[in-house]
């Protein structure tokens, strides 16, 4: 009995390809990212390619997307290669936040009018997802970056403007007007 063995050692080969984004990854709901997928021309090759964003698919090979719904949604890309029919797939992940909904409510939301002088608690009942930044206006030369501030008013008629801020760009605006009098 006499054996013999042979070793072959081949090459796995398999397409590239990479993903570029012109915003995110973390983005807000309805906001569009223009993708662009690395084409393969070697030799006289190029790819197909196929897209799957879970709320849809696309054969271009730029695609852009409008991200209607929040979450983390991850985006494959599949690509073959022409003149081999070899493929390969690559994602990556898009954070989807929802736009904040400014709000915000005093003990004095129910009055037309206010006794001075009187200080104001305002109480943040914002809707947010993700970390955000405020802004708030008292309509009186002052402002603050707080969550929940109290500012004192004198005599006058003051439209205090919240905007809510989150880190990846959404904002939104709520305004009330306080009269102070006595």
Same mark, same amino acid.
């Given at each position: 009995?006499?054996?013999? =063995?042979?070793?072959?050692?081949?090459?796995?080969?398999?397409?590239?390809?990479?993903? %570029?984004?012109?915003?995110?990854?973390k983005?807000?709901?309805?906001?569009?990212?223009?993708? %662009?997928?690395?084409?393969?021309?070697?030799?006289?090759?190029?790819?197909?390619?196929?897209?799957?964003y #879970?709320?849809?698919?696309? #054969?271009?090979?730029?695609?852009?997307?409008?991200?209607?719904?929040?979450?983390?949604?991850?985006?494959?890309?599949?690509? !073959?290669?022409?003149?081999?029919?070899?493929?390969?797939?690559?994602?990556?992940?898009?954070?989807?936040?929802?736009?904040?909904?400014?709000?915000?409510?005093?003990?004095?939301?129910?009055?037309?009018v206010?006794?001075?002088? #009187?200080?104001?608690?305002? !109480?943040?009942?914002?809707?947010?997802?993700?970390?955000?930044?405020?802004?708030?206006?008292?309509?009186?030369? =002052? =402002?603050?970056?707080?969550?929940?501030?109290?500012i004192?008013?004198?005599?006058?008629?003051? %439209?205090?403007?919240?905007?809510?801020? =989150?880190?990846?760009?959404?904002?939104?605006?709520?305004?009330? %007007?306080?009269?102070?009098?006595?």
């Amino acid at each position: 009995g006499c054996m013999d =063995s042979i070793t072959h050692i081949g090459e796995l080969y398999e397409p590239l390809s990479s993903i %570029t984004l012109d915003n995110g990854p973390k983005i807000c709901v309805d906001e569009i990212i223009n993708f %662009t997928a690395e084409d393969f021309t070697e030799q006289g090759s190029f790819l197909e390619f196929e897209w799957d964003y #879970q709320s849809g698919t696309s #054969q271009e090979q730029n695609p852009e997307i409008t991200f209607t719904e929040n979450g983390d949604i991850n985006v494959q890309l599949t690509f !073959t290669e022409a003149a081999t029919g070899c493929t390969n797939t690559i994602d990556t992940l898009i954070n989807v936040f929802k736009e904040p909904v400014a709000d915000f409510e005093t003990p004095f939301d129910s009055l037309d009018v206010i006794c001075h002088p #009187q200080q104001i608690e305002f !109480t943040n009942t914002s809707e947010e997802d993700g970390p955000v930044l405020y802004s708030w206006d008292f309509g009186n030369n =002052s =402002s603050s970056s707080l969550e929940e501030p109290t500012i004192a008013y004198e005599k006058g008629e003051y %439209t205090v403007q919240f905007i809510v801020r =989150s880190f990846y760009g959404c904002r939104d605006t709520f305004e009330r %007007t306080y009269r102070l009098v006595g």
